[in-house]
Structures are given as C-alpha cells and as structure tokens.
C-alpha cells in the first residue's frame, strides 16, 4: 500500500569530463558551503574562462548549484545513519544491512499529517538555551511525490521514525482498544494520515473482501473521532511497539 507516488530525479547536462571532476573534488573539500550562490559564481567563472568550455555552451552559476545540490541529496544519508544507528549496529560496530533498507516516515509542521520520507537532505543542530538540553538536532527531509519547495526541516527526535505498515487483514485479531494507530484520514479538502487511537472495535465475520470490522479512532491531533475500515489503518513496525 503506497501513500504517494514516487517521484523522479532532475537530469543534468552539459558538464565536461573535466568540470565534473573538479566539481566533485570541491564538493569532497566543500561540503554544503558549494550551495552558496558567491561559491558557484566563483567556479562558474572559471569555467567558463578555461580552455575546455571554448566552443560551448556558456555555464549559469545556478546549473552548477543544481547539480551540487543534487550529487548531495544522493550522497550516503547522514540522518538516515544516525537514526539506525542505536538499532543497527552489528557486533563489529558497523550498520547492518537491515537498518539500511529501513524506510522512514515523517510529520509535516504544516498540518501535522506523516509523510514518507524520499530522503533526508542535511541535518543541524539548534540552539535550545535550555542547560538539561542544550542542542536540538533537526533533519532536512524530502517527501514522496513532493518537490523541493516542501521539503522542511523537522525534529529528528519527534517527527522522525521508522514507517508505519499497512495492518492485513490476518491481523485484525491483534488490535485492541487504545492501540495507536496511524489513520487515512479523508475530508472534503484533503486525504492524509494522522496519528489516532482505537476507541472502540465492533468485531464481524470476515468474508471474501476481507475485513469487515469497524473501528472508531480518535485522531490525536484534534481529538476528532472517525469511523473507518482496516484498510484505513497502518501500525507501528514491531521493533517500535
């Protein structure tokens, strides 16, 4: 059960053998400091003035921050890491093959609905003036089927986590009253998931379509209450519950 359409990466052209060598040994050197405007000015001019962009096509400064932003989204994911970290650290110390197939979700400061992650972007560490906490470290994130207008940086402890799975229909059994649950939540204007709660179950004979209970949830968010079918309801990985 996919929640959204994947989307696909932006191509780009142009760049000599040369220039995209360089280009990487500055991204190795430079690190996120290649996204400034000034930097890719400074490496535009230059390639444009060399002997190997004679006869072509002149650069935009913004062709090379592109193409800089994109070799980073596709490096190795450094939030990614430091979230299966703790979970997937072999005898040895390293990461295991499992924690780097994980999939991740995350919470939209928006309207508080989860979204799955496509990949995390960068990370940083806030200021939070208090002494018991005095860092607070956030993740930039892309969602699945979005652009880069939506992506938003998000609290890598709450609004971060591993992705919740479509319950099946054998499992209908295994939900109680009180279970968290992540909901579809369908209105006029909007179909998305939000956190809620089981508050009451109406047990009936499964048939050939499946489940046919009924589950009344009450969304965390605004404490509304809905009811919806098992279809509608994902779960928590077992590792998380």
């Not at 999939?103 to 609905?113: I, L, V």
Request: glycine share 6%; with cysteine; net charge neutral.
């Amino acid at each position: 059960m996919d929640r959204l359409r994947p989307r696909s990466r932006p191509v780009f052209f142009g760049f000599t053998n040369a220039e995209i060598e360089k280009m990487e040994k500055v991204l190795e050197d430079s690190g996120e400091e290649s996204l400034e405007k000034e930097f890719c000015q400074r490496l535009t001019k230059s390639f444009n003035r060399s002997s190997g962009r004679a006869g072509k096509p002149v650069i935009k400064w913004t062709e090379i921050q592109s193409w800089f932003q994109t070799r980073l989204t596709e490096s190795p994911e450094v939030a990614k890491n430091e979230l299966t970290r703790t979970k997937g650290q072999s005898e040895e110390g390293g990461v295991s093959q499992d924690s780097l197939e994980l999939e991740f979700e995350a919470r939209s400061s928006k309207d508080g609905a989860w979204y799955d992650v496509e990949k995390f972007l960068n990370h940083r560490f806030l200021s939070t003036g208090e002494a018991f906490c005095p860092l607070l470290k956030e993740v930039r994130v892309r969602f699945i089927g979005f652009g880069a207008e939506e992506d938003e940086w998000v609290n890598i402890k709450n609004d971060v986590r591993e992705r919740s799975v479509p319950v099946e229909n054998a499992e209908c059994s295994n939900l109680k009253v009180g279970d968290p649950v992540l909901c579809f939540q369908e209105r006029r204007d909007q179909a998305i998931y939000y956190d809620a709660h089981i508050v009451e179950i109406q047990r009936k004979m499964h048939d050939v379509r499946g489940c046919r209970c009924l589950f009344l949830i009450r969304y965390d968010h605004d404490n509304t209450e809905d009811k919806v079918r098992l279809r509608r309801l994902c779960r928590r990985p077992r590792s998380q519950i």
